[in-house]
């Protein structure tokens, strides 16, 4: 590995960290909504978000595992979770979240292949297309 591809791989892993810690935020901010969100428009939305929320913990593990397979150190830290009172304003984060996320992971993917690691680009697969579901679902909800 020449020197200028191995301060890419670098950044290529503490971008996939910093991923990890949306993950983190995800798993707290549902498991918090889950227990809090209310109001009958939104009865049906609380199943979905606990389906989001058994993916986000195997996104999690997904993205731990490729940063210790690429040689890096998983982080451990959960970036802070607002909360929120009003049903609305909480799936209105949530839906923030996620199409951070989605932003993040198509970038992600391309960045893998480009770099020619094509074990991480299908491993990360799976979260591009959750992702792509879980910004559907919440557009849905939130009528838009
Ligand atoms: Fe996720
Ligand atoms: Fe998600």
Partial sequence: MTPAAAIEVETFVSLLNEDLGTEYQSIVQYTNHIATINGAEFSGIVAELKAHLVQELSHAQILA????????????????????????????????????????YRERFSQANDLQLADVAEALRPLLEQTQEHVRDLQMVLGE
């Fill in 65 to 104: 595992e490729q940063v210790s397979f690429l040689g890096g150190e998983p982080g451990t830290s959960v970036p802070s979770v607002e909360r929120n009172g009003d049903s609305r304003r909480a799936l209105e984060a949530d839906l923030r979240l996620e199409t951070e996320q989605l932003e993040r």
